[in-house]
């Protein structure tokens, strides 16, 4: 949006807000005047603008703090991806930059994720170096929305998609991140576009942003949680925060941008279920402890728009106690070769190709946990290495039976029903058919009929939250006004309507990248 | 701010009622010990008097954060904040809420402490005096507040930096190698997923530390020192 035009939609947006307020807010902006009149001045006392804080005395009139402990230009929340590019990005406009997290520990979900980003390009012009086809922008944009269901805004993913190279060129180039020299695609990835940090994880990247905040004298501090966001009125800045450190809070404020970059609310199972009654507590989740949501709520309460927070992506394969996602569960979406999913009776209970979302509600829908996945060697040596095996093994994550009786009889399945389901399901490979479920066979599927047979425990989990606040494409944060919050910022999975309904493998990294570092410079460019 | 060090240079006597001022009466340590030479040192010189201040003539309390030339032993106040004696500070400490934290007929303040941190420092000297945390751990070592905080008191919510932690236990390097599991040589907690953590993350001084792996990980089997027991 050119800058006249983004003059007059607010102005446009102010004539609505004022219209709805006369009737609405009289009451409110009557006190704030009031408080004004009395010689208050806003940022120094005053009402806070806020909605009732439950269990606070004085719920619906926060008092604005009457001093700061402490002044910085930006000041982002949360410190995975999208926290550090913000960060990095307003550094080095020379601007003064606090990153707040609440865990002992920086990183979110980003430090524990798998390390898979999507490029459509690269610097290394990999692509063409490896021969893997064509690729384009919109070809990338086109994958990203159709993941979603049409859901997501195409302006906001044709941002993410054509940030998406230069941001990972930038950690490679400034912050020292190794790929490996190959790339990977499928899913809903039409093309070869999936870029690999060199050992499969989120902390090379993280590491690499971390590095470029901190040559540009970005701080950050851990174990530090927002407690609530100041604003004074409707129309005015944010002009801080509330954060507490052990039993002490503070008040810092924010000169230039406030940035939320603090993740989804995958372990809230309250507010999850809240916006997705289908999402019951008996899912667990793939994320971090910390994914709690309590900043879309902070956000709301100063007038923010949040926006599809009902679409949540179910990973159906966790780990059943704990909801890990790792190496090892990764082999249960590693479907093109024929393993089965089983439940507790040894019974198959959907087809092994359908959507993530369809397996949970299947899973979810029988209450039996946990379920198995089954492969055998010949299956397992296709998707992935001896090394793998064995340490799996090794670790009680792959249960071993050197015959389907065996590995029924270690987990503790029926094993008369286990074999009656293998070798039915061998059977009707050989013909082409499945005419329980109608997975469709092809000819790479390999049956289970040779051990050594294993196991792997799985169970539903929450992964990601497509929803979150709504932001523009410059990660201003949008009020339920329609109207920019001056100097608020989101990025990353806080941020909402830029995956649409669901989110395909290796779009969470460019996404938190590409719309971190535009927070970050769009904070920064704010007047003070 | 309170120096830390000057909360373990004094040493105590006995009193169950606080005495809050200078001007109050010295309370006497006779309540508990018969004598002085029955607690004191074997080549400890012969103590006349019954309270703290007798031992102050030689002890001399600085108002640097230096140790003076004959400084009390930490021990001292181990004996005495231990759950199982119920000394007040106030036996050998002067203390006005909120203004000063002295000794009797001394001119020396160690800071102003209002009641919520001398409840906070009871609270903290008496597990460092036990045996469960790190705190005694280190305590049993002669390890007193400084070791690990310096000369200033922490905030609430403040932690240890590494390096200090590592001035004394060696180097990241080192501490990955001796605690490398030999089952599962990649489940080393000095050397996670996570890059370089803070120590304070697992290894709390005055809590029940805990293995951070665990919260996720919650089938791995992990010791830490001033563990669960």
Request: with cysteine; charged share 25%; aromatic share 8%.
């Amino acid at each position: 949006m050119k800058k006249k035009e983004f003059e007059e939609a607010l102005s446009n947006g102010r004539d609505t807000f004022q219209s709805a307020e006369s009737t609405i807010l009289c009451s409110r902006r009557d006190i704030l005047r009031g408080g004004i009149g009395l010689g208050i001045i806003a940022s120094t006392g005053g009402l806070a603008m806020n909605l009732a804080s439950p269990g606070t005395a004085e719920a619906g009139a926060r008092k604005l703090p009457t001093k700061w402990d402490e002044t910085y230009d930006v000041v982002v929340v949360g410190s995975g991806f999208a926290g550090l590019a913000a960060a990095a990005e307003a550094a080095k406009t020379g601007a003064k930059v606090l990153i707040l997290e609440k865990m002992p520990v920086y990183g979110g979900n980003s430090i524990i994720s798998s390390g898979s980003y999507a490029a459509w390009t690269d610097k290394y012009k990999l692509r063409e170096k490896l021969n893997l086809g064509e690729d384009s922008p919109e070809r990338h944009i086109e994958d990203m929305i159709k993941a979603g269901d049409y859901y997501g805004d195409p302006k906001l993913a044709e941002v993410v998609v054509r940030g998406a190279p230069d941001a990972l060129n930038w950690m490679i180039d400034e912050g020292g991140l190794k790929i490996r020299q190959v790339l990977s695609g499928g899913g809903g990835q039409t093309a070869f576009r999936v870029h690999i940090s060199e050992n499969s994880l989120g902390e090379p990247f993280c590491e690499a942003l971390k590095k470029i905040g901190e040559k540009y004298g970005t701080k950050m501090r851990l174990g530090t949680k927002v407690t609530w966001i100041w604003r004074a009125e409707q129309e005015g800045p944010v002009l801080g925060v509330e954060v507490e450190k052990g039993k002490k809070k503070q008040n810092i404020a924010v000169k230039k941008g406030l940035v939320i970059a603090s993740g989804g609310f995958g372990r809230d199972i309250k507010m999850r279920q809240a916006y997705n009654p289908s999402v019951v507590p008996e899912y667990n989740s793939t994320n971090q402890p910390g994914a709690t949501g309590e900043m879309i709520r902070y956000a709301q309460a100063i007038g923010a728009d949040a926006i599809q927070l009902n679409f949540i992506q179910l990973y159906p394969f966790g780990e059943a106690e704990t909801g890990l996602l790792d190496p090892y569960q990764a082999y249960a979406t590693r479907i093109g070769f024929g393993p089965i999913y089983v439940n507790k009776l040894g019974k198959r209970y959907v087809s092994e190709l359908e959507r993530r979302d369809v397996c949970a509600r299947a899973q979810i829908k029988m209450g039996l946990k946990p379920t198995y996945v089954i492969m055998n060697y010949k299956q397992m040596v296709k998707v992935g290495g001896e090394k793998d095996l064995e340490s799996g093994v090794a670790k009680g994550r792959f249960i071993k039976g050197d015959t389907i009786e065996e590995l029924g009889s270690k987990l503790n399945i029926p094993v008369p029903a286990l074999v009656e389901t293998v070798n039915n399901y061998n059977r009707n490979m050989k013909e082409g058919k499945d005419p329980e479920f109608n997975k469709k066979i092809n000819k790479d599927m390999l049956p289970l009929d040779e051990g050594p047979f294993f196991a792997l425990t799985a169970w539903p989990a929450v992964h990601f939250c497509c929803g979150g606040l709504r932001i523009d494409a410059s990660a201003k944060v949008i009020d339920i006004w329609d109207k920019p919050i001056p100097r608020l910022f989101a990025c990353g999975e806080v941020a909402g309507g830029v995956m649409g309904s669901n989110r395909l493998n290796g779009n969470a990294y460019p996404m938190c990248t590409v719309f971190g570092r535009i927070a970050g410079t769009s904070a920064a460019k704010e007047k003070a | 701010m309170i120096s830390l060090f000057f909360l373990l240079v004094a040493e105590p006597c006995e009193s169950r009622s606080p005495a809050r001022s200078t001007k109050a009466q010295v309370p006497s340590c006779t309540r508990c010990h018969k004598d002085f030479v029955s607690v004191l040192p074997q080549k400890h010189p012969l103590v006349a008097g019954k309270d703290i201040t007798a031992c102050l003539s030689c002890h001399i309390p600085s108002s640097s954060t230096k140790a003076g030339p004959k400084p009390f032993s930490t021990t001292i106040h181990r004996e005495h904040v231990k759950a199982d004696v119920k000394v007040h500070c106030t036996a050998c400490h002067t203390w006005s809420p909120g203004k000063s934290l002295g000794l009797p007929k001394q001119m020396v303040s160690f800071g102003k402490v209002s009641k919520d941190q001398m409840d906070l420092f009871r609270q903290i000297f008496s597990s460092w005096s036990g045996d469960r945390y790190l705190d005694a751990l280190h305590a049993n070592r002669n390890i007193t507040c400084t070791g690990c905080h310096g000369n200033t008191l922490p905030d609430s919510g403040d932690t240890v930096e590494n390096d200090r932690c590592l001035g004394c236990h060696g180097s990241v390097v080192d501490l990955v190698a001796k605690t490398t599991p030999k089952d599962h040589p990649a489940r080393n907690p000095h050397k996670s997923h996570l890059g370089e953590i803070a120590c304070a993350v697992c290894h709390h001084g005055h809590s029940v530390s805990q293995v951070y792996c665990l919260g996720c990980h919650t089938k791995f089997i992990m010791k830490i020192p001033g563990g669960e027991k």
